[in-house]
């Protein structure tokens, strides 16, 4: 997955223009975006953000677009009015849903959408919509496969209590503690995808209220998508409802179960990212599947290495070379295959785990006996070589048994051959 931040100020006159005029003169009837409203007992502000974002729409982004209301059982009169909006201004239509929930509105209108880009924003407009067309052309150009707005990356202009600024920067410090999430801004209301993403992730997505985008994003980010970040103008809402706690407890539930999932490997993420066509390039002569492993082995490895040689330097004067080389050696490994195993190789949960470590310990016996055999040979060489020279000298051994030891442990994780 990469990542991509662009400027949230970006005038719709930049070189990409031409390819949105053309696309949007290739469109004819059908929208070309879908923007989603999901309201809740709105009537208050509804008519303004309608004719405010149908107005920009015409005025400043051209290119065709629709506003879909998305009524979440509103008790008020919500509904009265979105009808009404829909009858007089052109290019509004309204969906009613008989429960509440933000996802379950999203998931409802993308599904069934004819656009080629989902767009999602609240209705008060908290966004500046000079960050619309940002968020949308590297998706209408084929750039990216979803964009968000982000409130917390560089650039962004934000205005709001330190209570709001304190829980989401600590929410999206535990998605990036708890799941590993790279993006910066999970519940910015500001975010669109491609439809053909979309029909592939949203059967994957469970919560139907606000932890919807943030399990959608991480589903997205773990297929290997690319997920693009505008930094964004954003004003905090003084009259919003939303129940902060009942959201975080449901958001932290929402995590635990998205976490287990995805460390059981219960989910299809190999399948969205062949039927997305995101599997990596095929490479004469290299087996599918080994040029994304190499690269995350190699990052293990690095780590490894490091963590091996302040281990050594460290016990070296308490235990000797050999023995403080076995000692790390026998830590990191452990590590290694325990890393190589869920990270490299694709390979979750408790099945098998015994035995891959078990393994694992083969290939690290292999690794020991390299490693001391280099050291009773520095030993016979220049016996009085300082312990500086004997790590130089191991950490080129180690390199050495690197190639075997990738070899080893794809033969170890074969039943993942293909992964990426």
Not at 100 to 128: F, I, Q
Not at 291 to 312: D, N, P, V
Not at 364 to 386: C, I, K, N, Q
């Amino acid at each position: 997955m990469t990542t991509e931040i662009a400027s949230g100020r970006t005038a719709p006159d930049d070189p990409e223009r031409a390819a949105m005029d053309a696309i949007s003169a290739s469109a004819g009837t059908t929208p070309v975006l879908d923007i989603v409203i999901p309201v809740y007992n709105e009537a208050h502000t509804l008519a303004n953000c309608v004719e405010t974002l149908r107005q920009y729409l015409d005025s400043a982004l051209r290119i065709p677009a629709r506003i879909t209301i998305a009524d979440n059982a509103s008790t008020d009169e919500t509904l009265r009015v979105a009808h009404a909006l829909a009858g007089a201004i052109a290019g509004v239509r309204v969906v009613h849903l008989d429960a509440k929930g933000r996802g379950r509105a999203l998931r409802r209108v993308w599904a069934e959408s004819d656009a080629r880009v989902l767009v999602y924003m609240d209705v008060d407009l908290s966004t500046d919509l000079k960050a619309l067309y940002p968020l949308v052309a590297p998706l209408l150009s084929g750039h990216s496969d979803l964009a968000i707005g982000t409130r917390l990356g560089r650039g962004a202009n934000v205005v709001r209590g330190p209570k709001r600024e304190f829980i989401s920067r600590g929410y999206n410090l535990l998605l990036h503690t708890a799941l590993r999430a790279r993006f910066s801004d999970a519940q910015c209301g500001f975010k669109a995808v491609r439809t053909d993403v979309a029909r592939q992730l949203l059967p994957l997505v469970e919560d139907g209220e606000w932890f919807f985008d943030t399990e959608l994003l991480v589903l997205a980010e773990r297929a290997g998508l690319r997920i693009h970040e505008v930094p964004v103008d954003w004003t905090d809402d003084p009259d919003s409802r939303v129940d902060i706690v009942d959201t975080v407890k449901k958001d932290l539930r929402g995590v635990v179960r998205v976490g287990r999932a995805l460390a059981r490997g219960a989910l299809p993420l190999d399948d969205v990212r062949r039927a997305l066509g995101r599997e990596e390039p095929h490479l004469d002569g290299v087996p599918r599947g080994m040029i994304g492993q190499l690269a995350r082995f190699a990052m293990i490895g690095i780590a490894s290495t490091a963590a091996y040689a302040l281990l050594y330097l460290l016990l070296h004067p308490v235990i000797g070379a050999q023995a403080a080389n076995f000692t790390a050696l026998l830590i990191t490994a452990v590590f290694n295959v325990a890393a190589n195993r869920s990270f490299t190789f694709g390979v979750t949960g408790r099945e098998g785990a015994a035995r891959h470590h078990a393994q694992g310990l083969v290939v690290f016996l292999a690794t020991w006996a390299l490693t001391a055999g280099s050291l009773a040979a520095l030993a016979h060489v220049a016996p009085h070589a300082s312990r500086e020279v004997q790590l130089a000298v191991l950490v080129v051994a180690n390199l050495v048994a690197t190639v075997t030891r990738f070899l080893g442990m794809r033969l170890i994780f074969r039943t993942t051959e293909g992964a990426s």
